[in-house]
């Protein structure tokens, strides 16, 4: 059964870190391209961070570009976030996302989420 399960998610003041999990289940982390997302209140969710199966080939969003980085622990199946000198605007709930192709089916799937609330 395929799992994401996120966590590290809560209250940080302006300028703080913070650093997102998302554990895996049922698959290979390093065989998918995973993504963190993310949705603010009243707002589309956006892509904020990629990570690429094989290469580990990672990209960003322009508004998190030098604060965030993504990365993965193959080990322990696990993709992580890692958010640092965080604004405001960065509140939102994130969502793990993993896609892969076998044999010429795509799978998709979504965590739950976690809130990043970033406050003083």
């Not at 094989?54 to 508004?63: F, H, I, K, Q, V």
């Amino acid at each position: 059964q395929v799992q994401l399960v996120e966590s590290g998610g809560g209250l940080v003041q302006p300028g703080g870190s913070l650093k997102l999990s998302c554990a895996a289940s049922g698959f290979a982390v390093s065989s998918a391209f995973m993504y963190w997302y993310r949705q603010a209140p009243e707002k589309e969710r956006e892509l904020v961070a990629a990570i690429s199966s094989s290469s580990g080939t990672t990209s960003y969003a322009d508004a998190v570009k030098g604060r965030f980085t993504i990365s993965r622990d193959n080990a322990k199946n696990t993709v992580y976030l890692q958010m640092n000198m965080l604004k405001p605007e960065d509140t939102a709930v994130y969502y793990c996302r993993a896609i892969w192709t076998m044999r010429s089916t795509q799978f998709q799937y979504w965590g739950q989420g976690t809130q990043v609330t970033v406050s003083s």
